[in-house]
């Protein structure tokens, strides 16, 4: 909106042919203001259920979702007709999230048309696909089994995972997607069978991505599909880091670091300034491909200070993003400048395997007491630290 104090007809003119949505005139009359402001929010309603009712994705050129619903349900009443099986298949592509991040929204929309005109060909001359909005396409079989459209779909995954996609330039990026699967001996109606899909694919993506669910298949677990989406709803980096115990300056020797690494059995640990804000990280495979390691060596010549920072309360989906696109890395949780902890690939892993009383864990066994996080002084003055 643009406000004038003078009614002049030559600059209301030019401003809206240059974009501008409407005029008004100073002082405001707010009635007047709202009025125009409920005018704009209807045509912005009508545009956007318009939308939602086009025959296609204006990003991929497919059927729209609206479009595929109707589609789905001709098929059903057709095959209906004539005892005819018919399945559907929901396809979500994982971690787009990163490419979103990384590259923009304008490398997200080519990497959709890419992987639309892939499905196109996989295929064939059978089925009908669509963009379900987002991330997600669906694929109606006719004629089709469960079980045939699984496998179809399986093959999919394997021929989606194995293309190389270009997303920006000549960079090359691979991708997984998840899958569901339903057929319409399990469903009541088209509409049921697509939500069934639909329930597969949210299983498939909450028991690691990467994978075909059947709903005839896992129908049994259904009753797991809220929980176990909800198992990280609230999970966040403070619940999943390690605590440090213990940080590294930039100026203390490699040999102290070694030590202290030792020390803690841990594989990294922070480097702070003198006000005790973080400044890097300095890790085990640093300091032992370190070429001048000695007395003289000092913390800033072996740390890393490209190190990603997470707020305690991010969510762990940002982490496991992160991890996704470089699982050798660390990150540090920190706040106000100060490390609280580490994170690593390795570590968000071990969240998930089983534990026992009598195997905590699957590496060598901590002590049982957290006299281990002690850093005695004599080990320190036989490496010459300085008190």
């Not at 009508?46 to 979702?65: I, K």
């Not at 080519?110 to 196109?120: D, G, I, K, M, S």
Request: with cysteine; aromatic share 4%; charged share 25%.
């Amino acid at each position: 909106l643009l406000l004038v104090s003078t009614a002049d007809e030559a600059q209301a003119r030019a401003a809206l042919e240059a974009g501008i949505d409407d005029v008004l005139l100073l002082p405001v009359c707010y009635g007047e203001l709202l009025a125009r402001l409920r005018v704009a929010a209807r045509v912005l309603e009508h545009d956007r259920r318009v939308s939602r009712q086009e025959a296609f994705d204006p990003v991929t050129g497919l059927w729209s979702q609206s479009a595929f619903a109707g589609q789905l349900r001709q098929h059903w009443a057709a095959a209906g007709k004539k005892s005819e099986d018919l399945a559907c298949v929901v396809i979500d592509l994982d971690l787009t999230r990163c490419v979103r991040q990384a590259e923009g929204e304008a490398s997200v929309a080519r990497l959709l048309a890419a992987v639309a005109q892939e499905l196109n060909r996989l295929r064939g001359k059978a089925g009908v696909l669509a963009c379900l909005g987002g991330d997600r396409f669906g694929v109606m079989m006719p004629a089709a089994t469960s079980e045939a459209a699984a496998e179809w779909a399986e093959k999919v995954r394997q021929e989606l995972a194995e293309h190389p996609f270009r997303t920006h330039g000549e960079t090359e990026r691979r991708l997984t997607v998840s899958l569901g699967v339903a057929g319409s001996k399990s469903a009541g109606s088209a509409d049921q069978m697509l939500e069934q899909a639909i329930a597969a694919l949210d299983l498939a993506k909450s028991s690691g991505r990467n994978c075909v669910m059947r709903w005839d298949e896992v129908a049994g677990e259904t009753s797991m599909i809220s929980v176990q989406s909800k198992v990280l709803e609230r999970t966040t980096a403070r619940h999943v880091m390690t605590p440090c115990p213990v940080f590294l300056q930039a100026d203390d020797s490699s040999i102290y670091a070694g030590e202290l690494l030792r020390q803690t059995r841990l594989e990294a640990l922070p480097v702070v300034d003198g006000g005790g804000q973080l400044t890097g990280i300095c890790k085990q495979d640093l300091l032992a491909n370190s070429p001048r390691r000695g007395p003289d060596q000092r913390v800033s010549s072996v740390m890393s200070a490209d190190v990603r920072r997470f707020r305690p309360t991010d969510d762990v989906a940002a982490l496991i993003d992160f991890f996704n696109k470089d699982p050798l890395a660390w990150a540090v949780v920190a706040e106000d400048g100060r490390p609280l902890g580490l994170v690593s690939c390795d570590s968000l892993v071990a969240l998930s395997q089983s534990a026992s009383s009598s195997n905590p864990a699957n590496e060598e066994p901590y002590d049982e007491t957290t006299a281990y996080l002690l850093v005695p002084d004599l080990a320190l003055d036989e490496v010459g630290q300085e008190d």
